[in-house]
């Protein structure tokens, strides 16, 4: 079992920025591939970012590249999700996921076999 908890959500105001961090624990996280999905009221659940079990491969949705950023520290068995320029269309729950099978980073949630319970971030003036 894997168990995920994700922090640094809050309220921030437009062009601001924020970074969430995932912790892991109970499983080798250097194995995981990880991600980051959100969901706003009203909407499914999006991919926002994904890292490879190295760090060496990223993935992002387009509507973040270029904005965020995903790391990871596996010393730390932990990953990040650094937000800047951030807009009110990226308010939602952030939620991080980890993937023990992928070698690449997937994009679909059905993929991840395990989450965390979120952190909400909120973009407003």
């Known amino acids: 079992q894997v168990q995920l908890v994700e922090s640094g959500g809050g309220l921030v105001q437009p062009g601001g920025s924020l970074r969430l961090s995932c912790a892991a624990s109970?499983?080798?996280?250097?194995?995981?591939?990880m991600g980051w999905f959100r969901q706003a009221p009203g909407k499914e659940r999006e991919f926002v970012a994904a890292?490879?079990?190295?760090?060496?491969?990223?993935r992002y949705a387009d509507s973040v590249a270029g904005r965020f950023t995903i790391s990871r520290d596996n010393t730390k068995n932990t990953v990040y999700l650094q937000m800047n320029s951030l807009k009110p269309e990226d308010t939602g729950v952030y939620y991080c996921?980890?993937?023990?099978?992928?070698?690449?980073?997937?994009?679909?949630?059905?993929?991840?076999?395990?989450w965390g319970q979120g952190t909400q971030v909120t973009v407003s003036s």
């Open positions: 996921a980890a993937d023990p099978w992928a070698a690449v980073p997937p994009t679909r949630d059905r993929d991840y076999d395990h």
């Open positions: 109970g499983r080798s996280f250097s194995t995981d591939t």
């Open positions: 890292i490879s079990r190295s760090g060496g491969n990223t």
